[in-house]
């Protein structure tokens, strides 16, 4: 019985330095702000200003292309390989399908095409709201490149737990359906926001799927 209730207390101190851990985080990481213009349980519509990302591509299936470009994206803000100062780490880091060439967004640098026949994701990290494209340092390779995403409403839905394939592709189609409830038209691939580590416990996550909507 002893061990059983030092089990229990231990598990129970390991859930609230958990979500100490959590709130602290959260409270201290810089998020992009938005205007939400309708709120509807989960879902949202938002208006958010524009971004500047550090942004790379990687191929291969979603998780693993998630893991091999949150490496050099690291690396560029943390300046270990350029000279310059620290850039602060925020949240979300954001992960999309490459978006046709059409896109409306400035770059310094050409998107990295994928191999044939391979999946490609890009994978960002937004920069905290003092720096604008003129003010980044430039990353030590190509393979790390900056770019502004115009402001744009998009659709969002919220989620907490494990973003499993299956997960991502069921909150998707909830979101999608949720447009379509109200007459709004898609105007991009989905972009799924991951704001917490992976050691972070599934209930304690937080997740979106967004959509942009297409705007007259």
Do not use: C, H
């Not at 999309?96 to 409306?104: S, V, W, Y």
């Not at 909150?171 to 709004?184: H, I, K, P």
């Amino acid at each position: 019985m002893k061990t059983f209730l030092l089990i229990v207390g231990v598990v129970a101190l390991l859930g609230i330095v958990a979500m100490a851990v959590f709130v602290f985080v959260v409270q201290n990481v810089e998020t992009p702000e938005y205007i939400a213009v309708e709120s509807d349980g989960a879902f949202e519509i938002r208006d958010y200003p524009a971004l500047v990302v550090a942004e790379t591509t990687r191929s291969g299936a979603r998780r693993e292309a998630l893991g091999a470009g949150f490496g050099p994206l690291a690396r560029y803000i943390f300046a270990k390989e350029r000279a310059g100062e620290k850039i602060a780490m925020t949240a979300p880091v954001i992960q999309q399908r490459p978006e046709a060439p059409a896109e409306r967004i400035a770059m310094t640098a050409p998107v990295i095409q994928s191999p044939t026949g391979e999946d490609a994701w890009s994978v960002r990290f937004i920069m905290p709201s003092g720096y604008n494209l003129e003010a980044l340092p430039a990353p030590a390779t190509s393979e790390v490149r900056l770019r502004e995403i115009p402001a744009q409403r998009r659709a969002a839905v919220r989620f907490s737990g494990s973003t499993t394939d299956a997960a991502l592709a069921e909150q998707e189609t909830a979101l999608r359906a949720w447009m379509a409830s109200r007459g709004l038209t898609p105007a991009g691939p989905a972009v799924y926001a991951y704001y917490n580590d992976p050691f972070t416990p599934g209930f304690l996550r937080r997740n979106e799927v967004l959509v942009d909507v297409e705007t007259p």
